[in-house]
């Protein structure tokens, strides 16, 4: 039952949390501790009010007076930290006090447990084993084992210092997550999401599979702004899914198109997702930079997206929406032009070396202003109040997992594991960077099965990633491979959370739409090996050398979904599915000569399919 006292109080404390924010991103934060000490504090307490300690007995008087001891507990641990972080640093370095080691107990217990409730046992369990294998590292077997540490260092590692829950991810989430999530929200409340799928249909729908294409731009619009392939199915996917099954898509096929859309929104500037803040940050790279070295692999995975779908439905016979049924472009960019206007713009802000924080803060004002002065659904104070709740309460999912990700970089740092385990890779892959790459690739959709895309990525950015530099591969390289390859288990199966969010929402069957949805995303697997043997995809390198690797890369985009999805011109057979194949496999060695002759054997087999069909190419 809803208790309308604790309605407000969640409400206020996520409006101050959006609103603290808000206000940092724009004029700085306050100081270091403040910033990530008050996040952790904000994030807990929502996650421990919004979210019970067991569903089935959520309306238990006593699991209601534990929650709020919980609650008392772990604020405390944090106000604690945040006024003694610096008194610590001072005159306690090394030589924690009782006060320490007790708030410190007490945060990393409340740290797991809001991980628990919010995500589930996976992450909970590993953050466990992280923290307990440093006290037990003596007794572990191979790789595993270290000298061990005293109960008291380990507490302090994770507590005391800028190392474990306070680290790398609270700051992260707090400085640059944060803000985006908040111009994400207004976004959404000023109908920012509406205009990108009205204006996806306006242009795509009439198209041969059109709403197909409309939920691959749609949710490539969506998720460039959202960063999250969950979030951006449930958006994006009760619209798109309906529409594709209407005019003949199965319902497995029309679920894996919008988990892979949405799963690509996670490298797609101008925000990607979460990871992306936290690669820039690792490599210590502008974001300016990293936005700038994903445009082009992003693009390319969307152009093999959009092809297998659109062969695909041409493959059927399947037809777009009747004109009656889409909006006018002109009309819809009328109505909504300031929301393309203000991607253009953070992409500019980004571009001309503003920070992240500030980019999201002055395209979120850009956005207030233009949704005050427009005379349709004129933008409210009540409206502006609802953003920030939103925006506090998005940010709560990816916020839950930030302690407990800070013990896992801990109790992995601290023992020294990254580099056993990079160094286990090496040993496997004998040295070379393909099978590493491929070992990678199989680490990650394992890590992925009970992790956040995130969360994900970070274990690999540690365990990894150091493994590809060690063979001579660029820091800011070995990390973008790692963060691509992070996301695949959105839709590998047998675990693929993107994929199964859809099928709930097409009523399909989940392992159906988890392969489909991987044969879809196919080109996902395949760039990281592009990063770090094709750097010029990245933008690195001379202009001729970038140019003749990009057209060719394009052209295989076409050659290689021919090859998946069995069509062009007309259905293709086993022989010349694998021609393609091949071509594909030609096109991406790089070598102009290669490239031309691959191109001039895909010109004579297209024309002769073309001549054989006596069609024209048709839409």
């Known amino acids: 039952m809803s208790n309308p006292s604790k309605d407000k109080i969640i409400k206020i404390i996520a409006i101050v949390f959006a609103l603290f924010y808000f206000y940092s991103a724009g004029f700085g934060i306050i100081s270091t501790e403040s910033n990530r000490g008050l996040f952790l504090l904000f994030v807990n307490s929502l996650c421990l009010l919004l979210y019970p300690a067991n569903k089935k007995k959520a309306d238990s008087k006593v699991l209601a007076i534990i929650d709020l001891l919980v609650l008392i507990l772990g604020s405390a641990s944090i106000i604690y930290w945040i006024n003694q972080y610096s008194k610590y640093c001072q005159f306690r370095s090394g030589m924690p006090n009782q006060w320490d080691l007790l708030f410190g107990v007490i945060l990393v217990i409340v740290s797991l447990e809001v991980t628990r409730r919010v995500t589930g046992n996976v992450l909970m369990v590993l953050g466990f084993v992280f923290v307990v294998q440093l006290y037990l590292g003596p007794y572990l077997p191979g790789i595993f084992a270290h000298k061990g540490f005293t109960i008291s260092r380990i507490i302090e590692f994770n507590f005391s210092t800028m190392e474990g829950i306070f680290g790398t991810i609270a700051s992260v989430f707090a400085t640059y997550v944060m803000p985006f999530l908040i111009f994400g929200a207004f976004l959404n409340k000023t109908g920012g999401g509406e205009f990108f799928i009205d204006l996806a249909r306006a242009l795509a729908g009439r198209i041969s599979g059109g709403p197909a294409l409309i939920a691959v731009g749609g949710s490539c619009l969506f998720g460039s702004i ?141 956005l207030i202003v233009c949704a005050l002065v427009r005379k349709e659904n004129r933008f409210t104070m009540n409206d502006f109040i609802e953003a920030l709740n939103e925006a506090a309460r998005s940010s709560l999912v990816v916020g839950a997992t930030a302690g407990t990700l800070g013990l896992v970089m801990g109790g992995i740092t601290l023992s020294g594991l990254g580099v056993k385990f990079s160094a286990m890779i090496l040993a496997l892959s004998h040295g070379n960077l393909i099978l590493n790459i491929i070992l990678i690739s199989l680490v990650a959709t394992i890590i992925g099965m009970g992790l956040p895309t995130t969360a994900s990525y970070i274990v690999l950015s540690i365990l990894a990633a150091p493994s590809l530099i060690h063979l001579g591969v660029a820091p800011v390289q070995a990390h973008l491979a790692c963060f691509w390859l992070s996301m695949a288990s959105n839709i590998t199966p047998p675990v693929c959370v993107a994929a199964f969010a859809g099928a709930s929402l097409a009523d399909a069957e989940p392992m159906k739409t988890g392969f489909a949805a991987f044969r879809l995303g196919m080109y996902l697997y395949i760039m990281p090996f592009v990063f770090v043997y094709l750097p010029q995809l990245l933008l690195i390198g001379a202009i001729g050398d970038i140019l003749e690797i990009l057209i060719a890369h394009l052209i295989a985009t076409f050659t290689f979904s021919a090859a998946m999805q069995g069509w062009l011109f007309r259905k293709l057979n086993v022989i010349e599915r694998l021609v393609f194949a091949a071509i594909t496999a030609m096109l991406f060695v790089p070598s102009i000569m290669v490239d031309l002759i691959a191109v001039g054997i895909l010109i004579v087999i297209a024309a002769s399919l073309y001549r054989k069909t006596h069609t024209s190419i048709t839409v």
Do not use: D
Not at 227 to 232: I, L, Q, W
Not at 295 to 313: D, E, Q
Not at 353 to 366: D, K, M, N, V
């Open 226 to 366: 959202s960063g999250s392939p969950v979030a951006n199915v449930v958006a994006t996917g009760s619209f798109t899914i309906p529409m594709m099954k209407r005019v003949g898509f199965k319902p497995e096929f029309a679920a894996a198109v919008e988990a892979a859309a949405s799963t690509g929104g996670q490298f797609m500037p101008p925000v990607m997702g979460a990871g992306a803040f936290i690669l820039a940050t690792v490599t210590e790279t502008p974001y300016s930079k990293i936005v700038i070295m994903a445009i082009v692999p992003a693009l390319l995975y969307y152009i093999s997206l959009i092809s297998m779908v659109y062969f695909n439905a041409r493959k059927n016979g399947l037809q777009g929406l009747k004109k009656e049924e889409l909006p006018k472009a002109s009309e819809v960019f009328r109505k909504g032009w300031y929301f393309s206007f203000a991607v253009v713009i953070a992409i500019v802000l980004i571009m001309s070396g503003y920070s992240p924080a500030l980019t999201a803060f002055w395209t979120t004002i850009f």
